[in-house]
């Protein structure tokens, strides 16, 4: 597979990372698709009494570079998601770079489905943490 792994290409502890830099644009264009309009994300003077000092990105917006990852890296293309699990560790904020990293802990081969560990980081801060199942294409 050009961009991607079978299924029989893959083997526990294989990695696989994104970076982008989020910007007020990125959030902008979320809230925009996700309808999620919460001020924290787009109010600077109502954020700013929030606990958190200011905006921060939408939870999911970076989680979404997870996706990304799983969909045209590792496993790659036609990957289908069964399940994720997310928890929120940190607040994104405009300017930070996260780097999203993909990590197969477990390959079920009746299923020809795929267990990886998740994480979003802010520099050395684990900003998401998570589990991702997918089911992978194979070469049969």
């Known amino acids: 597979m050009a961009n991607g792994?079978?299924?029989e290409d893959l083997h526990v502890g294989q990695t696989a990372t994104l970076s982008k830099t989020i910007t007020d644009a990125d959030?902008?264009?979320y809230s925009a698709i996700s309808l999620?309009?919460?001020p924290i994300h787009l109010d600077e003077e109502l954020a700013r009494q929030s606990r958190f000092g200011g905006r921060i990105a939408?939870?999911?917006l970076p989680?979404?570079?997870i996706s990304a990852l799983l969909g045209t890296q590792l496993p790659g293309?036609?990957?289908i998601y069964l399940r994720q699990s997310l928890a929120f560790k940190a607040p994104v904020r405009i300017g930070n770079v996260v780097k999203a990293i993909v990590e197969i802990t477990d390959l079920n081969l009746p299923r020809k489905s795929a267990t990886l560990r998740t994480r979003c980081m802010v520099e050395d801060d684990v900003?998401?943490?998570g589990e991702a199942?997918?089911?992978v294409p194979t070469r049969l």
């Open 36 to 38: 999620d309009t919460n």
């Open 27 to 29: 959030i902008m264009m």
């Open 58 to 60: 939408h939870g999911m």
């Open 127 to 129: 900003v998401i943490d």
């Open 77 to 79: 293309p036609g990957t």
């Open 5 to 7: 792994y079978f299924f």
């Open 63 to 65: 989680a979404g570079l």
């Open 133 to 135: 199942v997918v089911l």
